[in-house]
């Protein structure tokens, strides 16, 4: 093979791998996306005595933990 086709031949494969590599973070984003929306309308079936039986609480931003025993608060959006 030439070296003027081995080049060619490369360079496609490295835009397909540019391509899929793309393509595979779109998809891990909308996949993120759809867990954390599904989880959220999860939450927001549940009271407010439920969400303290599993150790969160209601804000205006979204959800929060409610033991400070992991180190800190940390905010679940």
Do not use: C, N, P, W
């Not at 490369?10 to 998809?27: D, E, F, K, M, N």
């Not at 954390?36 to 150790?55: F, H, M, P, V, W």
């Amino acid at each position: 093979m030439s070296l003027e086709i081995e080049t060619v031949f490369r360079s496609r494969a490295h835009s397909r791998g540019i391509l899929l590599a793309a393509l595979h973070g779109v998809a891990e984003r909308l996949h993120r996306y759809y867990v954390r929306r599904a989880t959220y309308r999860a939450l927001s079936r549940l009271s407010e005595a439920e969400l303290k039986d599993i150790g969160l609480m209601r804000t205006e931003l979204g959800y929060q933990e409610l033991h400070e025993d992991r180190g800190r608060i940390r905010g679940l959006r």
